[in-house]
């Protein structure tokens, strides 16, 4: 059997808002604080894929074992990737997997097993592609996939699904642990690959994930001092917007050996940083251009004109982010829309209750 759906299926992505929007065309989820993850299997062979399609079987051979234990032999499962450690999530332990000995992968996954948790199911058990279908209509297939196959997947979990305003209001106030917030989705859309128009996700501080463009030297030593941040805008090209700094000392030194390689790159080919810097060079002016290979997580105030106001507050690295996913979108008034305006952006299926409301209560209780 060959699966409906290629390796390089663009998942469905969500748009950041401000407020969680409310009324009975919304199914709400956690936030989980892991890799965004597309699991293929196809008899044998299992396929897992980033949110920028990059390959994670070699990082992750315990959920790829998880996944070809499951009694189905063909389906597709939306999920995302995460390490529990003493009962929390730790996203340091998945930075850890991005590692290119297999040796030291195979040792961190017997020693921190990885978790699957799945949200959505775009093929079924049978080889069926379920992205036609509306949300509400996936959710119930779901959620018999998950009684059928997984109850005795303890590496594969069932994410919780509700449509109580007060355990999603519940979920958002306790994020920061084991959940990055909340994700609300339209009940009545289909799986609407590579876009934003039917999913938001809520968050209770701001945050965007920035290109590392460049870097300023320290003013006393030949260290990084800052991080120089940049956005793509629609024609691809690469502004600067903005720094993050703050770096510990024994930090600043492992920074500049892991940015020496990509010195002398493209940097920023739209609006670029000024100012001057002791170790300026004719070639680089006051800044040290790189290769726009890094992303970065950052938490930042308020925006002036698609830069930060401030400078931001350094939260991680993105490895599983790819640098054009990172654009001017996240700082624009658009990527908070009002809820009217997000509905007038949905097929109009979206704003009638349509297929039947999903079990969301349910799943709670038997999701992970």
């Known amino acids: ?109 017997a020693e921190r097993p990885a978790m699957y948790i799945v949200f959505d199911l775009l093929v079924d058990d049978e080889g069926r592609s379920l992205i036609a279908q509306p949300l509400a209509g996936r959710r119930r297939r779901l959620e018999a996939f998950a009684r059928k196959h997984l109850a005795r997947a303890g590496s594969i979990r069932l994410s919780p699904a509700t449509d109580d305003l007060e355990a999603a209001r519940a979920w958002l106030s306790r994020a920061g642990g ?34 590392v463009g460049g870097f300023r030297y320290a003013a006393s030593a030949k260290v990084v001092g800052s991080l120089l941040l940049g956005l793509y805008d629609d024609a691809g090209v690469l502004h600067h917007v903005g720094f993050t700094s703050g770096f510990a000392a024994p930090e600043r030194k492992a920074l500049l050996a ?52 401030h400078g931001t ?8 982010k790819a640098p054009r996913q990172c654009t001017l979108e996240q700082l624009a008034s658009g990527a908070r829309p009002r809820l009217a305006a997000l509905l007038d952006g949905v097929a109009p299926a979206a704003t009638s209750r349509g297929g039947a409301r999903s079990r969301g209560g349910s799943a709670a209780r038997r999701g992970g």
């Open 1 to 109: 059997m060959t699966l409906p759906l290629r390796a390089d299926y663009a998942p469905m992505e969500a748009r950041l808002v401000d407020e969680i929007p409310i009324g009975p065309t919304w199914q709400y989820e956690p936030k989980w604080d892991g890799f965004r993850c597309l699991a293929f299997r196809d008899g044998e062979s299992v396929v897992l894929r980033s949110k920028s399609g990059k390959p994670l079987e070699r990082y992750f051979p315990d959920v790829v074992a998880a996944v070809r234990a499951v009694p189905a032999s063909h389906f597709v499962l939306d999920g995302e990737l995460v390490v529990p450690v003493g009962g929390h999530l730790a996203f340091d332990e998945l930075l850890q997997r991005i590692h290119p000995a297999a040796s030291r992968v195979r040792r961190l996954a």
């Open 313 to 320: 507050r350094f939260l991680r690295w993105r490895p599983d």
């Open 258 to 309: 892991r940015l020496r390689p990509l010195m002398g790159g493209r940097g920023f080919t739209g609006n670029a940083p000024g100012g001057p810097s002791r170790w300026s060079t004719e070639r680089s002016g006051e800044w040290e251009p790189l290769e726009p290979n890094l992303v970065v997580e950052v938490g930042y105030d308020q925006v002036t004109a698609d830069r930060f106001r």
């Open 178 to 211: 084991n959940l990055d917030g909340i994700v609300a989705k339209v009940r009545d859309v289909p799986y609407l690959s590579g876009t934003r128009d039917g999913m938001v996700k809520v968050k209770r501080g701001r945050t965007a994930d920035c290109v």
